[in-house]
């Protein structure tokens, strides 16, 4: 049974950080693209960051990059979200997704395989 467990979520003040987490299981780790997705209340859910199973890749949505970093440890079957910066826009349900993919250097968008289950972050002003 597959399982992506993500963790770390809260709440903190506008200009801090949070660094999110998410574990996986049922699956054969470093053959997976990860991504991150975020959904604010009344919004869809929107592409955030993604990384290759090498690690050597990644790619961000363009008003993140800079602010986010996601990296991942294949021996710990887990990726990271580092938030820096935080601002209110960025109060989210944040969800991690698992994508098999033939190549390490695909991050995809879209078409993931399996997601996790959330993990709120608010974001005060």
């Known amino acids: 049974q597959v399982q992506l467990v993500e963790s770390g979520g809260g709440l903190v003040q506008a200009g801090g950080s949070l660094r999110l987490s998410c574990t996986t299981s049922g699956v054969t780790f470093n053959t997976y693209a990860m991504g991150w997705f975020r959904q604010a209340p009344g919004k869809e859910r929107e592409f955030v960051a993604a990384?290759?199973?090498?690690?050597?890749?990644?790619d961000y949505e363009g008003s993140l990059k800079g602010r986010f970093t996601i990296s991942r440890d294949n021996a710990k079957n887990a990726v990271y979200l580092q938030m820096n910066s935080l601002k209110p826009e960025d109060t989210a349900v944040y969800y991690c997704?698992?994508?098999?993919?033939?190549?390490?250097?695909?991050?995809?968008?879209?078409?993931?395989?399996?997601w996790g289950q959330g993990t709120q972050v608010t974001v005060s002003s």
């Open positions: 990384i290759g199973w090498s690690g050597g890749v990644t």
């Open positions: 997704a698992a994508d098999h993919t033939e190549m390490s250097y695909i991050a995809p968008r879209g078409g993931y395989d399996y």
